[in-house]
């Protein structure tokens, strides 16, 4: 018999970690945080202590207690044992979004992590241009070693000696194997690139698993052959996601296009724009809606190290050229005419300090979009802000004191807060946005990435397992009149 362990993703939403034991060998489907939990006792300042390993994390409830999962300079900077060998042989990657994936973080290097190509990039992504000190996920730097120094006597501290994670690109339906497990990536709609479900057999069970899905995305006809295939392979075991299965309404991004045209056409000012960094469909959209009403849109480096990353993926995202890239003022802020340095007692403008200078202020990765001819600042959206939809996410809303914005609009394309530090962070944009005078539009503008209930009813029918397991909602009893098809419904228990 297959046994299924969920240390995550039971009552919450986010946070899957659920492993499939078969007789020899057994895997995760996804290694994700638990948002809401973490949230109870953390916050931006008090954070989990990387001198304790991954003990602060499994005081908390975040972790779970697996012997043979961890990595060796967590396990024995704080004296515990590390096994020889892994205790599980993969962790099955749905999707990007750290609620999915964020722990992989503490995981061994040995232990394999199949993923998508697009969801290996936006690791990439995040681990290139990530500020969190637990954002380590295709490679790992080896902590807490120390090493001769080169010169002189004694030793230092070692910095950057890397390691190489087991990653494993799958590509759409085509089967690979964890030892008794065969096993088949289905691709699905959600709000970012590469969402991937899984159609796992073995000789006893046939486990599929939803990931995070939708169809009113841009894609869904990669949802419904997922649904088709899931069908075809008579599953014993469906582990679902629920998000929504409360909800019964559905916003489009046809629909967000449509508003947002309307609206950028009225506008005669800049229009501000926040919608979530990694949704590029998201992107497309906005980029679409600038096109129609000739503008521009311009996006922050990061989002421009993204675009650049899928440029080849073979995706339709409009390409690097095709869009604008932000440049703010960073540290020194020697951009312009609007800060001096002192130069041998010289006070200078910063247009007349070396050009150089002014690199010191970005990071590496950042410095190489600097040279693109696509570049813009403050000045250009001051001088022209009828010309421009500019992506200003909750971080930036400090360029608004340099941009000035006068009859501007902001519309919100993200989701609506349900949390209360949410809640603290969206009364502080009201406050900017009055200090701008920049009218709010928030009604209809945001797609979830979630498929709402009824549509995750029908698939399930359609699918139609032996037993499903809701994960990924606090409205699982949604889910009891399944039974009535000849479904069995089962609520998962933390194993935590
Ligand atoms: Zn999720």
Redesign the pocket.
Known sequence: MTSIDFFGGVDE??GNKIRIEGKNESFFFDFGMAFSKANDFLSEFLQPRKANGILDFVALGLLPCIKGIYREDYLRHVGLSYPKEPSVDGVLISHS?V??VAYVHHLREDIPIYLSNESYLILKALEDTGASSFSEYLHLKKSFQIEPKKRGEGHKRATGIRVERDIRIVEPYKEFEIGEFSIKAAPVDHSLPGASAFISKTDEDTIVYTG?LRFHGRNPELTHKFVEEAKKANPTILISEGTRIDKNENVSEEEIEKRAFTEVTNCKGLVLVNYPVRDLDRLLTFYKVAQDTDRKLVISLKQAYILNLFEDSGNDYPKLSDVMIYKPRKGWGLLGSDNYACVEDEWLCADDINAEESLRDYKKWEREFLEYDNILTYKDLQENPQDYIFRCDFFELKELIDIKPSNGVYIKSSTEPFDEQMEINEAKVRKWLELFNLPLLNEGFHASGHANGQEILDMIRDINPEKVYPV?TIHKNKFKELSKDGIKVIYPTLSI
């Open positions: 939403i986010g979004h609620d999915h995070d990924h």
